[in-house]
């Protein structure tokens, strides 16, 4: 399975094991698996970045500098609700206070390596972090309105291999730091001027996220549950966990503890109604099949009819959409507070799969309609640009190795 499933899992065996280990073993066991890990916090020069620390750790911080705990809460307020990464431009905080903060700390972004803007005016960026690792970030605009999706990313590359998907074929890189995850919104936030972050009701442009970009987001639960609770944080960034939805291929125990500690919205990447096809297209469902997910989704705390359950279903022809599959997935989600999301499979260089007729589209979608689901077939955005997941990063890997 994954580098990250592969972990062995008893504690007592990791100690028998390591007291074996000479000391060479050790440090290189332990690179390699910091090789996994985001970049230090620290700079090269010594000043730590702020995003990303929980309200407890940015205070354990001030007092190590001699400050005062309240001024947790003014820095709160200028990096995540007024978007600030100047200190000079905190007017709540006296001078010489703005230059000690400015000496050992930096309010970080991670670097716009790539962006692209489609005709339908989704924005594509490649972020780069400070070990120049890269993932995608997608803002997907709603036209008719002003709001719009946030995709973000929680990996670099992918453990997971499913075969419909570019990210897939790249290998897992490492996994993103709740500062890398944070990042990802503040800068897609700071592309469109959406500082300070709207209150209440006022309509915001970057209205949603979906942590459905590269990687996925429940392999390293602690990093998403970290930045998730950062970005729901009232005094700041102050997203509804309504408006946040997390997209699994169905790492069932971890199902369980998002829907208890985030209750943010789940979304489940089906793709398949038998395990035989699932176990091809989701490898996953090797370790977690069908019934297993369907049983996490039944008992996720924050479903219910106004907050549904989404279940992705990519349409791959002659795969997985004939009728009968339709009608089995009816069978499947009966009784669930779901929706099914038809996503038309968006072709890459090498992949195996094509995508669905319109026509088989539409039956599809119809049986599923007719027994009581919305099943809305996902409008492809952004064709013009590199649009499925995982394409620009291949491009910018292209673009940095023929530059070398
Ligand atoms: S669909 Fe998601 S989980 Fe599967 S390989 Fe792609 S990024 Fe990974």
Redesign the pocket.
């Known amino acids: 399975m994954s580098l990250v499933d592969s972990a062995p899992s008893s504690h007592t065996h990791d100690a028998a094991a390591s007291a074996a280990l000479n000391a060479e073993d050790r440090a290189r066991i332990l690179a390699k698996a910091a090789l996994f890990s985001p970049p230090d916090a620290t700079l090269p020069d010594g000043r730590r970045d702020l995003v990303g620390l929980s309200r407890d750790e940015l205070t354990e911080l001030l007092v190590e500098i001699g400050e005062k705990p309240f001024r947790t809460k003014q820095l709160w307020h200028w990096i995540y609700h007024q978007g600030v990464t100047d200190f000079s431009a905190m007017s709540s905080i006296a001078k010489p206070l703005q230059a000690k903060l400015a000496e050992r700390f930096v309010v970080g972004r991670p670097q716009a390596a790539m962006v692209q803007t489609s005709t339908d005016e989704t924005r594509k960026f490649l972020f780069r972090f400070r070990d120049g690792q890269e993932a995608e970030t997608v803002y997907i605009p709603d036209r008719r309105e002003d709001r719009g999706a946030v995709c973000i990313s929680s990996q670099v590359g992918?453990?997971?291999?499913?075969t419909?998907?570019?990210?897939?074929t790249q290998k897992l890189v490492r996994n993103l730091g709740a500062a890398e995850i944070v990042g990802q919104f503040m800068a897609a936030r700071d592309s469109y001027s959406e500082w300070p972050s709207p209150k209440g009701d006022t309509p915001r442009l970057l209205s949603t996220i979906v942590l459905m970009?590269?990687?996925?987001p429940l392999y390293k639960y602690e990093n998403i549950a970290k930045a998730m609770k950062i970005i729901m944080d009232g005094e700041g960034i102050a997203l509804s966990r309504r408006r946040i939805t997390l997209s699994t291929?169905g790492v069932v125990p971890l199902m369980d503890r998002c829907g208890e500690e985030l209750g943010i919205n789940l979304a489940v990447?089906l793709h398949a109604v038998t395990n035989e096809l699932r176990n091809e297209i989701?490898p996953?469902n090797r370790k977690y099949p069908i019934e297993e997910v369907l049983a996490a989704c039944r008992r996720y705390p924050a479903a219910n009819n106004s907050r549904r359950i989404t279940f992705e279903y990519i349409m791959l022809r002659g795969v997985n959409d004939s009728e009968a599959d339709a009608r089995e997935l009816v069978r499947l989600i009966s009784g669930l507070p779901a929706k099914v999301n038809l996503i038309p499979f968006n072709p890459w260089p090498g992949s195996a799969y094509r995508p669905s007729t319109r026509e088989q589209q539409n039956k599809f979608a119809q049986i599923i309609m007719d027994a009581g689901f919305s099943s809305p077939i996902r409008t492809p955005r952004g064709r013009d640009i590199l649009a499925a997941?995982?394409q620009l990063k291949t491009e910018s890997e292209r673009i940095r190795a023929a530059q070398s």
């Open positions: 992918c453990t997971l291999s499913c419909f998907c570019h990210t897939g970009g590269m990687g996925e291929s990447s989701v996953l997941c995982g």
